[in-house]
């Protein structure tokens, strides 16, 4: 999974999910399946949103794909029980496939959804640095992509499609101190990551705005950073719509403090 997005968005209730019956009625020899009928009554969106937001994707992330010899496909699965979104180069196309049990999974919403179209879209035009390993065709890696989303796309995606923005909450408007681009970056990744946190495999710790995942040596391009880290990534970029910055850092807990960033 690559990153694995009007409704009215609700707070994802969190917890171990070793303990959650609704997460592990869904796990079947370690890999994970939402069968067809399952999940479509807490999950907060349709095959129809669905559609309609990656038409509204399409038009959006045209300007950006100037200079690109490939077109870009996102492909919607959504009878595909599987939870997963990805993202790869074909030799004709820029590919984006999100199939049915990552769509269908209760807790999913359109600004999760606009997240991860923006993560997907990072790994392949999110530029330096990347992955370096045979399976990842030389897409961007994972917490760049984060970046990617976090500072250069969701908040504009949004912006341009109130529709399918996410309430935002108390923490998140102080944190952004009135910055409209600030507020849709943090939360729609906040949302995401707990999404992602509800129904992922990773040892459970609840993400923070206030804490910091530990800080890094080396930059690892083939690995995932932790779900605090990747919230840290969210913070860092929406901080820096807040402050109106042209370039941006990203976080010490996947990219080396001090090392210069590539401004792609």
């Not at 592990?24 to 069968?35: D, P, T």
């Not at 897409?139 to 935002?168: M, N, W």
């Not at 681009?181 to 939360?187: M, N, P, R, V, Y």
Request: aromatic share 12%; with cysteine; proline share 8%.
């Amino acid at each position: 999974m690559s990153l694995f997005f009007s409704c009215v968005v609700v707070a994802v209730d969190l917890m171990d999910p070793k303990n959650d019956p609704d997460v592990q009625s869904h796990i079947k020899r370690g890999y994970f399946e939402l069968k067809d009928g399952d999940g479509q009554p807490t999950s907060q969106i349709t095959e129809d949103v669905v559609l309609r937001m990656r038409d509204d994707f399409l038009v959006y992330a045209e300007p950006r794909l100037s200079g690109q010899a490939r077109d870009l496909t996102v492909s919607v699965a959504w009878d595909n029980p599987y939870y997963t979104a990805h993202a790869r180069y074909t030799d004709k196309e820029l590919y984006i496939g999100l199939w049915g049990g990552f769509l269908r999974a209760p807790g999913m919403n359109t600004s999760i959804l606009s997240f991860t179209m923006c993560h997907e879209l990072g790994h392949l035009i999110g530029g330096e640095p990347r992955q370096t390993n045979d399976s990842g065709e030389n897409i961007t890696a994972e917490g760049p992509s984060d970046f990617f989303a976090a500072f250069k796309c969701v908040a504009d995606f949004l912006e341009r499609h109130p529709q399918y923005r996410p309430q935002t909450s108390p923490q998140v408007r102080q944190l952004c101190q009135q910055s409209k681009a600030c507020e849709l970056s943090l939360e729609a990744g906040l949302q995401t990551f707990q999404f992602l946190q509800k129904w992922g495999f990773a040892p459970y710790e609840p993400v923070s705005l206030t804490k910091k995942a530990p800080a890094v040596e080396e930059f690892t391009p083939n690995a995932y950073p932790s779900y605090q880290c990747r919230v840290d990534t969210v913070v860092a970029g929406a901080i820096c719509l807040r402050d109106q910055r042209t370039t941006c850092s990203p976080p010490p807990c996947w990219w080396p403090q001090g090392r210069p960033y590539p401004q792609n």
